[in-house]
């Protein structure tokens, strides 16, 4: 019910652009929310960016006016479209799905979510 398959890491310099794309088959006419997490070694999981099936979205500070979540039309598959990229975005990138509308406090926190996908790397060199 609940599967998700990231893809569209990989490495780049300063600067530079990536879209991460999660497939989520389930999504369609369902109550849900959609977050992207990021890891780095030694750091704890933090959240990017959140979409709901109202449309809501949340950013972090960090990424506002550089990273972008979006849905394709058949609203199975979110998009992360990740601008101006700088080394301290480099970590494991992880698509989460929970099949609730999460208020928008909830929806950068790693614990509101249910289902993980096995996350995709991005690696941002200076």
């Known amino acids: 019910q609940g599967q998700l398959v990231e893809s569209g890491g990989g490495s780049v310099q300063t600067g530079g652009s990536l879209r991460l794309s999660c497939v989520v088959s389930t999504l369609r006419y369902s109550e849900y929310s959609v977050g992207w997490f990021r890891q780095s070694p030694g750091k704890e999981r933090e959240g990017v960016a959140a979409i709901v099936s109202d449309g809501t979205t949340a950013y972090a500070d960090s990424v506002k006016g550089r990273f972008t979540i979006s849905q394709d039309n058949t609203q199975t598959i979110i998009f992360l479209q990740m601008n101006n990229l700088k080394p301290e975005d480099t970590a494991m990138y992880y698509c989460?799905?929970?099949?609730?509308?999460?208020?928008?406090?909830?929806?950068?926190?790693?614990?509101?979510?249910?289902?993980w996908g096995q996350g995709t790397q991005v690696t941002v060199s200076s």
């Open positions: 989460a799905l929970v099949f609730i509308r999460l208020s928008e406090s909830a929806l950068l926190r790693p614990v509101a979510f249910q289902y």
